[in-house]
């Protein structure tokens, strides 16, 4: 055998023994909330299709202490081209929790380590989404920077800003931590899907393969404002179905 030909079976043979690992480069909304929140507007169709038409790869649709339209998602975001992870955003005793890869529903109302703990039950990923914008039940209100340091990534840029302090309060939190940093739009109707997007290196189109990735900090964030008057409109249209709902209940 001739030296280069010696050099190519050696070389076939590490590529066999050791193949390399493609990743994908994906685009992916992990906070969003359909109508079944009672802060929120449009049904998963209209989700699924805003995000197949800005080019997202992958969505949760993170609905307020439920998962049934999360799950739907997730079932029917092939269709889309897309990667559907159910999830849902539990409403601790400390604040809102992002969980991510569910099967079943976390109870709202557990303290924030036994919300983590219920979450990790399951195999999920426990995303601690806003956590400085206390007006909007960020956990801060009522944990210490040491419990922080518990949630498996941080959202650091939530596109539902004020003046953007928050945000860039958490990403110092956990860049001095050293833990994995998420963004999310935190859309309440479609049209504000995609706003804020995390870029996820993963070894393979897939939830599994996503979440991994984001376990392991292999993301990057990117996004921008949610315009005022939009911010304005989910607000009202929220306490307007509350109201509606609260009404309901008293008849």
Known sequence: MTVIATRVARLIEALLIRPSKRTFVLSVELHTHSALSYDGRDPVELILEQAEAIGLDAIAVTDHDEIDASLEAAERAPDYGLVGIPGMEISSQAGHILGLGLEEAVPAGLSFESTLE?????????????????????????????????????EVYNSRLFTGRANRQAERYARSRGLPMTAGSDAHISEMVGQAVTRVDAEERSA???????????TTVEGKRTPWRISVQQFAGGVTRRVGRVLNLLR
């Open 118 to 154: 219920a979450i990790h039950e399951q195999g999920g990923l426990a995303i601690i989404p806003h956590p400085f914008q206390e007006a909007r039940h960020g956990v801060m209100a009522r944990i210490s920077r040491e419990q922080l340091a518990a949630g498996d990534a941080i």
């Open 208 to 218: 599994e393969a996503i979440l991994a990735a984001i376990a392991d900090g292999r």
